[in-house]
């Protein structure tokens, strides 16, 4: 198993931006689903994002021209870009690479 590390979480105010990372030290290359979740309170975790190492890229309906998924081949680390961001996007976002995940990090939106 490969220990991810997230970070960017954070609180921020409706329109903002955060960026999320997910790294890999130390994993080897593979190929793979690269994908970012969220979970927000009373809720079930939902697929956000999804980029394979083909570069294919899908989003949830709801964040479409907000959200930016990113991969870095040579560093291993998975972004997720969010801009304009609104109160529903609070949740913990969790990344995964293949069969590992993160332990999540927390997004709040608030004024």
């Known amino acids: 198993q490969v220990q991810l590390v997230e970070s960017g979480g954070g609180l921020v105010q409706p329109g903002g931006s955060l960026r999320l990372s997910c790294a890999a030290p130390g994993a080897i290359f593979t190929f793979g689903v690269r994908a970012w979740y969220r979970q927000a309170p009373g809720k079930e975790r939902e697929v956000v994002a999804v980029i394979t190492s083909g570069g294919s890229i899908d989003y949830i309906d709801d964040v479409k021209g907000r959200f930016t998924i990113s991969w870095d081949k040579v560093q291993n680390t998975l972004y997720l870009q969010m801009n304009s961001l609104k109160p529903e996007d609070t949740a913990v976002y969790y990344c995964?690479?293949?069969?590992?995940w993160g332990p999540g990090t927390q997004v709040t939106v608030s004024s």
């Open positions: 995964r690479q293949g069969a590992d």
